[in-house]
């Protein structure tokens, strides 16, 4: 049974900081692309970074420079590590993972909330 479980989520004021993690179980987590994507009330889902098998990142340009993504596969774990926050940047985070050997990317994780304000 594939889960992807997500944390660190909370309140934070702006220009703080968060950490958010991403532990995998049931996949074979070096095959996996993994991402971060983030929701606010009432707009669409939308990408904020992934990392791929080899560790070449990708980021939506709202988080460039503020937004790190990386991954410990000896963890199968995946962390978004946010700073300068902006109450934009509120939203549920969701975790993403992407079979590169078959284009699945059905997997999600519950979702974590991240609150920026004062």
């Known amino acids: 049974q594939v889960q992807l479980v997500e944390s660190g989520g909370g309140l934070v004021q702006p220009g703080g900081s968060l950490r958010l993690s991403c532990a995998a179980s049931?996949?074979?987590?070096?095959?996996?692309?993994m991402g971060w994507y983030r929701q606010a009330p009432g707009k669409q889902r939308d990408l904020v970074a992934t990392i791929t098998r080899g560790a070449v990142t990708n980021y939506a340009d709202s988080v460039k420079g503020r937004f790190t993504i990386s991954r410990d596969n000896a963890k199968n774990t995946v962390y978004l590590e946010m700073k300068s926050l902006k109450p934009e940047d509120t939203a549920v985070y969701y975790c993403n993972a992407l079979d590169t050997r078959t284009g699945y990317r059905g997997y999600w994780g519950q979702g974590t909330q991240v609150t920026v304000s004062s």
């Open positions: 049931g996949i074979i987590f070096s095959f996996y692309a």
